[in-house]
């Protein structure tokens, strides 16, 4: 399908020929350092106000690495305007509350333990008039957060136990200061999260309280455009239930009342007119399809208004204001792509395309039908982390704004595919594909199963992914299968991985590898590698098929089934007692009442047949895989006489955040792999 869709868009390219300097196209690739892959983008997001005449962006501050606020008037003369700069934090999750004034949040991306596990988001708030920034939300309770230039944000703010919710749409006949936030309670028992909403007025700090009723203690909300809620999700006793509040009415209505793992459907969206869009699984196998819910019937609509048969709907109806029709729909498949109903963002799209062709080119507008649009377009390719660009359709004029991961044009590239393969027991496997350009088509290369977390989760996108371009700038083929127990392919294929970790599961990432070398694509030179999840399924890969890997490279990497399904009173982790109540036992396995079973595909257990060269590391502030796991191997591998090389990161947790981190064990894999992989 990959390539249907590169034949459709034209011929892969980098950029237009006449948008990159020649010295820089025609020079000849070169191997770049792991820090110019696993660095922080120079322009991460970019977002039109809702008039359409200013540009708000998060970029690397001048001289630093850290992404700041900025502010762009589209009149083509005036510059960027820095907004929000931290000494010691990146801006995320920007939003315009109305045409003056924007909201956000900053993490500290540099500090591992801090990004992922230990702090908020918090949130602030900022105007185009230059007023001081102000913080709303805190985001460490003692924390105080230094601007670059110098000054103090203000500290009186609303704890860190409170989480930005909604953002109202503009309106121009009704402009907006508010926005809705929950105030976090967490029940000690079982670890169960309720949501009290209220409005925060952005410009005073002050909030006051948003009528809504509340059905219960409620886990999660969803607001239509003006901030209405109108749905609410409560849970007990490994149960969820889904309440509704039409326009109009005050009362709630539950719509549903399902176990944690076999929902009837999930919510999508909710329009400004009552309409409740929802996903339901009914497609051939069982891919999820987006559907109205029908409230007389009190269940989805049989009919679907988007399906996209072999994979889940994932996705969104895309409007230019509340309430409007829809011009367009949003999907992804193997890559994303976007159908547009109106004609003229047909126009819209077909330029962007014929401008940037072999890419997948994004378009959000504003003035979107009228002949003043103006719209920004995200471009980005299997190739290339890509760029934004800017079309002024009253001139016709086309502005590059930033590369997103500059420094990486002389670097080596590497084209991915998307494959369905079958596995040993028939079932459909689907299977990505990354191979150096400058290999034969045929031609059997040294491969790296790159097995993705989770495992819950889609792992593959046709997109620039840092890992696999760095191994394949090495000269390494990269595998990427996305095992039976993988999400976005249909509850079907979901479905078939409970239970079945270091089993069917396992055998499924074998199969990717053995269907790879039938084909000539690898060579018998091949290791395994992964995180958190895929980390595990490295470890067991060593233990049930030793005869096709020559090493393995596991970081983050669960390796004792019965400390990640049962806890313990000596190690910390953040998995709640709901999960391991009322998911973990169906999704992976019971350690009480099946005891050998999990011993059995527990890598900790089986130590001693892991005879292969490992690579092992971990974060020292991980608390979804504490760094126990990783002890214990270690312990048991050197019992077993087999020492695997190992590293620690102090300050980091389960998603590594830090340059300097990603870099080290970037290098220390690719000199691991060059020990037992030469290409």
Known sequence: MIKKLALALGALAAMVGADVPAQVAQQPHKQLPPERYFGPPAM????????????????????????????????????????GLFSDADVTQVHWVNEERLVFSAVDRSAGSGWDQREGHGLYTVSLDGERMRTLIKRHPKHFLQAAKGTHIRDRALDVNHFLLHVPAWRP?????????????????????????MWLNVRTGQTRSLDHDSPGPVAAWAFDG????????????????????????????QIADDPLLHASFHPHSVDDDGTLYVLQSSGRAGEAELKRFDFPTGKPAA????????????????????????????????????????????????????????????LSCRRCTQEDAVVLVRSYSDRTAGEFWLYRAADQSWRPLARLQPGLEQAPTAGTDFQRIKARDGRDLPVWITRPDTAAPNQALPTVVLVHGGPWVRGGHWAWEPMRQFLASRGYQVLEPEFRGSTGYGSAHYRAGFRQWGQAMQDDVADALIWAQQRGLASDKACIAGASYGGYATLMGLVRHPELYRCGVAWVAVSDLELYLKGSVWVSDDISSTGRRHTLPDMVGDPDKEPEAIKATSPVEQAHRIRAPLLLGYGAEDLRVPLAHGRRLREAMQKAGNEPEWVVYPEEAHSWRKTATRADFARRMEAFLARHLTP
Not at 181 to 188: K, L
Not at 229 to 253: I, M, N
């Open 173 to 197: 006949d009704q402009p907006s200061e508010e926005v809705v936030v929950g105030q976090a309670r967490w029940n000690a028992g079982d670890g169960l999260r309720s949501l009290t909403p």
């Open 226 to 253: 003006r901030g209405e809620p109108r749905l609410a999700l409560t849970q007990a006793d490994g149960r969820s239930q889904w309440h509704w509040r039409a326009p109009g009415e005050r009362a709630w209505r």
């Open 303 to 362: 009919r679907p208004v988007v399906s996209t048969p072999g994979f889940d709907f994932r996705g969104e109806l895309l409007r230019e204001q509340p309430g409007q029709p829809a011009l367009g729909v949003r999907v992804e498949t193997d890559g994303q792509s976007t159908v547009w109903l109106h004609p003229a963002l047909k126009r819209l799209q077909a330029l962007a395309d014929a401008r940037l062709p072999g890419r997948i080119n994004l």
């Open 44 to 83: 991460e997001m970019a977002l039109l106000s809702p008039k359409g005449d200013q540009l708000a962006f998060t970029a690397l501050a001048p001289g630093a690495q850290r992404l700041g606020l900025y502010v762009l008037p589209l009149d083509g003369e005036s510059p960027p305007k820095a907004l």
